[in-house]
Structures are given as structure tokens and as C-alpha cells.
């Protein structure tokens, strides 16, 4: 199945400066690549996601990356602001919620963000 | 906020007695999912439901199993808890329209297994 490596496990940077969260995957079908934002005593929200036929999808402060001969994605923080401490998820999904695999995400282990004022 | 509850929020059982969670949706959404989020594991796939009666298990499905008998609920039931599964177990669901694969997260059940 698929295995999802997230790094690093913290981050912490000053306000204003950007911040990267790393993640690769190990099968190469795998074609949607959520990031999920956890706050404190609740669930996780999408932030971003990015399918495989696009190589970078930027909203505003948020931007991802994707390499798909590499295996690899990233999540960029730009212009960090003391909001954005939580903690983040990637996850990697093998189709789509109406295919063969239900929408299933396979989750990295998180990255806990601390943005200092 | 996507219409999810999860009930209990917070449970204290002992080891060996059998405890139910349950998430309730009001989006009509088709799938459902049980995640279990451990220190250093992420969230991890416990079971999930494409349907009405229609489930499957993800990849920490052993001690667990999971019932829907209808939309809007999706029961997970450990039929004789251990201290291994303390945990906060997530409920999620998600529409396939348009190729939209979000999944909407409730708030969470923090169970402890004494």
C-alpha cells in the first residue's frame, strides 16, 4: 500500500519568514495530494491540494509543490503570521472519491508549525 | 463547518468492555471514514463506508468493526477495548462530485482504555 514520510516533525519560524513542510510517497498511481491544517482540540481542514497533472497550485500565502518522478511534494507558508501555528498534514490518495480506491488518503505523520511573533 | 458530529466527545472505559462511537452527518455525503490520530503516526485509516451497508477496512482495522445502516450514521465499535487503542478517533466524510475528493473532519472522540 501506500507509505506517506513526512519531515520535519517541528518547524518553527519567526513571523514574517516562510516556512517548507516536506512530504513523499511511495506508489507512483497515487494522483491527489491533500495538505490538511489540525488547530488544537479539533479536527483536521484542507488547506490545499494539488492533483498529478499540475506541478505547483498557489492560493494566496499557501503554495504546494508537486514532483512526480521524484515522488515528492511541499507545502510553502510565505509571509508566516502567528495563525498559522497548528499542525499539518499531507496525505496522498490513489484516485478519486468516486473510483476504485473510495477517496482513501494515506496521511503522513504531521508537522507541528510554530510561527513566534 | 460541514455538518459532522461525533458522540461521546470524551470516554474513560476499562480494558475488556466494549464501546461504541458514533458520527452523525447532515451533508448526505456517500462516504464515510474512522481514523484513529496517534502521536507520531498521523491519522491512520481504521474502516470506511462507499454506501448504505457498504463498508471496508483500512490499514488498523483488526479490534475494530463499524456499522451503517443509514446515511448519516457510521458506528465504530470496539467489541473489547485494550489500552493499545486509546486514542482520538476522527470521523470524516466526503462527496464524489466532479471529482472532488475533500473529506470534511468532525471534531474528534478522545477515548481512554484504562
Known amino acids: 500500500g501506500e507509505n506517506v514520510e513526512q519531515h520535519p516533525s517541528t518547524l518553527s519560524v519567526q513571523e514574517g519568514d516562510s516556512a517548507v513542510i516536506k512530504c513523499t510517497y511511495s506508489?507512483?498511481?497515487?494522483?491527489?495530494f491533500p495538505w490538511y491544517k489540525q488547530e488544537l482540540g479539533k479536527g483536521p481542514q484542507l488547506i490545499i491540494d494539488?492533483?498529478?497533472?499540475?506541478g505547483e497550485k498557489k492560493d494566496q500565502r499557501i503554495a504546494v509543490t508537486l514532483n512526480k518522478t521524484a515522488k515528492h511534494f511541499s507545502l510553502h507558508i510565505t509571509e508566516t503570521q502567528p495563525e498559522d501555528s497548528a499542525v499539518y498534514f499531507c496525505?496522498?490518495?490513489?484516485?478519486?472519491?468516486?473510483?476504485?480506491?473510495?477517496?482513501?488518503?494515506?496521511f503522513g505523520q504531521g508537522t507541528i508549525l510554530t510561527v513566534h511573533p | 463547518d460541514a455538518g459532522i458530529t461525533q458522540s461521546p466527545r470524551h470516554k474513560v472505559t476499562e480494558t475488556g468492555t466494549p464501546v461504541t462511537l458514533r458520527c452523525h452527518q447532515t451533508?448526505?455525503?456517500?462516504?464515510m471514514y474512522w481514523y484513529r490520530q496517534d502521536p507520531g503516526h498521523g491519522l491512520r485509516l481504521i474502516h470506511y463506508?462507499?454506501?448504505?451497508?457498504?463498508?471496508d477496512k483500512g490499514e488498523v482495522s483488526d479490534g475494530y468493526s463499524v456499522s451503517r445502516s443509514k446515511t448519516e450514521d457510521f458506528l465504530l465499535t470496539l467489541e473489547s477495548a485494550t489500552s493499545s487503542q486509546t486514542s482520538v478517533y476522527f470521523c470524516?466524510?466526503?462527496?464524489?462530485?466532479?471529482?472532488?475528493?475533500?473529506?470534511?473532519f468532525g471534531p474528534g472522540t478522545r477515548l481512554t482504555v484504562l
Open positions: 494539488i492533483r498529478s497533472n499540475v
Open positions: 496525505a496522498a490518495s490513489g484516485d478519486e472519491a468516486g473510483g476504485t480506491s473510495y477517496g482513501k488518503l494515506t
Open positions: 451533508e448526505n455525503h456517500r462516504y
Open positions: 463506508s462507499y454506501g448504505v451497508k457498504d463498508t
Open positions: 506508489d507512483s498511481a497515487s494522483n491527489y
Open positions: 470524516a466524510i466526503s462527496e464524489a462530485s466532479g471529482g472532488n475528493n475533500e473529506q470534511f
